[in-house]
């Protein structure tokens, strides 16, 4: 016998503004559902959610949930007033006897149940209220973005968590790797239009793919007819005029179709400029340590990043990662060690605290109060890489309208506060980026945009991210930070690093790491390594090479695959230019590489 649905939403009508949200909008989910609500920014996902919750009433039809059946809902700002405690608030729905659930959650999710309310982050807030939702365990789970501020190892254990449950959920995050793992079927909010497919998010993207197609085409046939019409109606409308006004009547519905299309919103128009070049040498640090409070963020940490190196850190919240990068850059001193930066370096730096807004001011005063971005005289122009730009003009580049541009920042979502921060950050001329969180809260279009720019940037990227998948895509080198002062060097991104230590791809669990399954830093030659002709350093750099050289083949295949297009010369010289050089510089890398992988290989084959 069919079970009853969980919830029905049956012609959903909303506005917000005199804006429609969702007109006739109608959806059922079932029992085990496990379903993705994926959308641009501002597309009304999170008011969907509160729909489905109960905590926004529509305009015009019904929200129906089957008896018996509890609805739980985390939302991106939890309401804690009246609690003392996250620990008051997250048991605050649950018996006495049940307590230990909040507990048994917030070690997942490494948050503190006696941490005062009060003295709360906004992170910790979300945490308990993740935590409080995991601990009811209701039928129906509403999650808006559950993996923002968690690390990777926390972001693992929900993901293991939702994949045991038996309840229903549906998830809304950026997180790419997190929804390919959990859903199996998708809804897609796209101009106050909800559809969905009984496929995971996996398929998204080729879904949505088709559907645009389709319409475009769809777009197409209707320009043709109307022409074809329009053409009629000038050579032969005063001959025929009584038998076909008819015809002429359906040219003007035609007309009315057309008009009454909602486009589809472009992608923001982002772009970053790289500036004059970095020295080769961006950053060195030797033999590094650091201790705040009594807590050791790095011990004895040697690396030296180059020119063009994309180098991501990873590791728990708190472990010290900003710090590190902060170190790096100059603006915290070691202990002990030292750091030589590079010359002719033009940092720029995306601030996981959006530090850089004021939410009180508009998005107006925030771009031309920026000292860097003021242009003098003129009130209603910023300086964009060098060149003054309307504000309004720049911020429609970014997706923003013209009443938004007098709007406060503290209106915006989440994912628009961080377009507007990348779009201070791309309006300077740089050649080193540090992104701290740079993917909290973008849509799949805006992150898979911003991956291809900083696949085209000729500057140095310095990342911080708990997004595997975006850590995947751009990281070539990464830096696993693993607490008490452990910090190591792997080639590759997330995957790779996960290989090298023998695991798999999913997250660790909170137990410290093996220390034998990873690699050491470079030590005193010991007794072993002499029989077999190599030196400890030796050794390890015989294993690297492979991956690098594997590496270093790919981005030259990826290269000569985009310099064989045809008209790429005449229609982007100076990318042309680029990527010559840029394979050029790859070519010149694998030769060396090989080179030393052979020199190595034939001295410990001659002293075996």
Known sequence: MARAPLLQLNTISLTFGGDPVFDDLSLVVQPGDRVALVGRNGSGKSTLMKVMAGLVEADRGDRIVTPGTSVGYMQQDPDMSGFATLGDFATSELDPSEAYKVEMAGEGLKFDPARPVETASGGERRRAALAKLMAEAPELMLLDEPTNHLDIEAIGWLEEELKQTRAAFILISHDRAFLRALTRATLWIDRGQVRRQELGFENFETWRDKVWDDEDAARHKLNRKIKAEARWAVEGISARRKRNMG???NLQALREERAGQIRRQGTAAMALDSGPKSGRKVVEAEGISKTYGGKTIVSDFSIKVNRGDRVAFVGPNGVGKTTLIKMLMGEVQPDGGAIRMGANLLPAIFDQSRAGLSPDLSLWENLTGDKEMRVSGQADQVMVRGEPRHVVGYLKDFLFDEAQARAPVRSLSGGE?????????????????VLDEPTNDLDVETLDLLQELLD???????????????????????????????A?????????????????AAPLAAAAPKPAAAPQPAAKPAPKARKSGLSFTEQHRLK??????????????????????????SREPVKFAKATEALAERQQALAAAEEEWLELEEKAEAAG
Not at 419 to 424: D, E, F
Not at 472 to 486: C, K, P
Request: charged share 30%; proline share 2%; no cysteine.
């Open 247 to 249: 015809r002429v009547r």
């Open 417 to 433: 506060k961080a377009r507007l921060l990348l779009a201070k950050l791309m309006a300077r001329e740089s050649n080193l980026l």
């Open 456 to 486: 085209d940037y000729d500057g140095t990227v310095l990342l911080v991210s708990h997004d595997r998948d975006f850590l995947d895509r751009v990281a070539a080198t990464t830096v696993a930070m693993e607490g008490d002062g452990r």
């Open 488 to 504: 190591t060097v792997y080639a590759g991104g997330w995957t790779d690093y996960r290989a090298q230590r023998g695991e798999s």
């Open 544 to 569: 690297e090479l492979p991956s690098l050289i594997d590496r270093l083949g790919a981005e030259i295949a990826k290269l000569e695959d985009y310099l064989a297009a045809p008209d790429l010369y």
